[in-house]
């Protein structure tokens, strides 16, 4: 199974700053990974796909990155509606796992 | 629009049975593959299970196999999970979830259905 480490578990920042999350893999695959937001009792919402493609409808400061066993979301400016949990997820092989999230708070 | 609606969700003691359904609506559902993934309170997100479009081929966390069963109808467009053996960690809020094109991110998600396995 892949093992899907992601970093930091939390993450204080401010409007307007920079971020970037990261997840690190267990065992090295091509692109299939995901990046989801989930604010509290709503279902998650698909960010990116295949690492680094922006899903239709999702602003253009979140952008991903990485392949082999490192992978990156930045928000290149943050917006009060992005404070949220964020997880990766790799689609490389099953079982699907996902990193432990990430909670971005409000400095 | 393309939705997924589940239902199903409730309080069962352990060792009890659920069965949660999804319904989705807008789009081809035979040609997608689908998910079930959950998030217990206080924990991430974890992958429960997917079944590809035709439904002739099953995949499962190992956490879940040998107790919970994926399974669709596709005259319905609905996607189901049955649930035995239930325990009490697999108390959690499930989520039916769309794929995209093989190999693909779950890129449409249903609201989610709470299932609470307690005495």
């Known amino acids: 199974d892949i093992q899907m480490t992601q970093s930091p578990s939390t993450l204080s920042a401010s409007v307007g700053d920079r971020v970037t999350i990261t997840c690190r893999a267990s065992?090295?695959?091509?692109?299939?990974l995901a990046w989801y937001q989930q604010k509290p009792g709503k279902a998650p919402n698909l960010l990116i796909y295949?690492?680094?493609s922006l899903e239709s409808g999702v602003p253009s400061r979140f952008s991903g990155s990485g392949s082999g066993t490192e992978f990156t979301l930045t928000i290149s400016s943050l917006q009060p509606d992005d404070f949220a949990t964020y997880f990766c997820?790799?689609?490389?092989?099953?079982?699907?796992?996902f990193g432990q999230g990430t909670k971005l708070e409000i400095k | 629009e393309v939705q997924l609606v589940e239902s199903g969700g409730g309080l069962v003691q352990p060792g009890g049975s659920l069965r949660l359904s999804c319904a989705a609506s807008?789009?081809?559902?035979?040609?997608?593959?689908m998910g079930w993934v959950r998030r217990a309170p206080g924990k991430g997100l974890e992958w429960v299970s997917n079944?590809?479009?035709?439904?002739?081929?099953?995949y499962y966390a190992d956490s879940v196999k040998g107790r919970f069963t994926i399974s669709r109808d596709n005259s319905k467009d609905t996607l189901y999970l049955q649930m035995n053996s239930l325990r009490a960690e697999d108390t959690a809020v499930y989520y039916c979830?769309?794929?995209?094109?093989?190999?693909?991110?779950?890129?449409?998600w249903g609201q989610g259905t709470m299932v609470t396995v307690s005495s």
């Open positions: 979830a769309k794929v995209q094109r093989w190999p693909g991110a779950f890129h449409i």
């Open positions: 807008g789009f081809t559902f035979n040609t997608y593959d």
């Open positions: 079944i590809i479009g035709s439904g002739g081929s099953t």
């Open positions: 065992q090295s695959f091509s692109t299939w």
């Open positions: 295949k690492a680094s």
């Open positions: 997820q790799q689609y490389n092989s099953f079982p699907f796992t």
